[in-house]
């Protein structure tokens, strides 16, 4: 399997502007997580799927942020207006059974920045 | 409040030395336990994980960590380091079948 797929690798985009990340979790795995890395911050959970369906979105920061799972090989994350605060790098993570006793594979990640 | 403290944000380690990266965590059931990595521009790595059994853990590359209950510790250990293993470490407890808490990590750097 290749892994946790994430695209693009890195986006620069403009206030204001819509951004859409991407993933593509790993075969036969019916959990998926998206997490956003900052030095204040860091690691925060976003939002945790199980069979496609959105369990807790409580870390989404604002109603700017949405994401969907529209079947089991893929997903994305979608900031609407963008701000120059929600620069992060974006992870997209999948797992068997949650965290429950397997571990979750991380993609490369996403490097945004809004300019 | 259940969190994981790695007080350590950076350490320096000359090659060949040996490592210990420390990770206290406060949870009042059995912990379920990672040390993952992050090299630079790259995602997270599970290095190893403790859920329950023999309290020294081994992993990749090299790595080993100890659940100690009694100190609430699960510190990471390596008898010699090599360049390669400059990167982020982190570690994290697991919380609900779907949370994890994490520390905030420590960078390792590498003398030649």
């Known amino acids: 399997d290749a892994g946790v797929i994430q695209s693009p690798r890195h986006e620069v985009t403009e206030m204001g502007q819509e951004v859409t990340l991407r993933c593509k979790p790993i075969?036969?795995?019916?959990?998926l997580f998206w997490y956003r890395q900052t030095m204040m911050r860091g690691l925060e959970l976003l939002i945790y799927?199980?069979?496609?369906?959105?369990?807790?979105d409580s870390g989404m920061p604002e109603d700017r942020f949405s994401a969907k799972m529209p079947n089991a090989s893929f997903s994305t994350l979608k900031i609407q207006p963008s701000e120059p605060r929600d620069s992060a790098v974006y992870f997209c993570?999948?797992?068997?059974?949650?965290?429950?006793?397997?571990?979750?594979?991380f993609g490369q990640g996403t490097r945004l920045t809004v300019v | 409040a259940q969190s994981v403290t790695q007080p350590d944000i950076h350490i320096t380690v000359s090659e060949g030395a040996s490592l210990e990266l420390r990770c206290n965590y406060s949870?009042?059931?059995?912990?379920?336990l990672f040390w993952y990595v992050q090299s630079p521009g790259q995602g997270l790595q599970l290095l190893l994980k403790?859920?329950?059994?023999d309290t020294l853990v081994q992993g990749i590359k090299g790595f080993e960590a100890e659940f100690k209950r009694s100190q609430s510790s699960f510190n990471l250990r390596k008898p010699s380091v090599h360049w390669s293993d400059a990167a982020e470490y982190f570690c994290?407890?697991?919380?609900?079948?779907?949370?994890?808490?994490w520390g905030a990590g420590t960078k390792l750097i590498i003398k030649p």
């Open positions: 993570a999948s797992s068997r059974l949650g965290w429950g006793d397997t571990e979750a594979f």
């Open positions: 075969s036969g795995h019916n959990s």
């Open positions: 799927f199980n069979n496609n369906v959105p369990i807790d």
């Open positions: 949870y009042g059931a059995t912990p379920y």
């Open positions: 403790y859920f329950s059994g």
């Open positions: 994290a407890v697991v919380y609900s079948n779907y949370q994890l808490i």
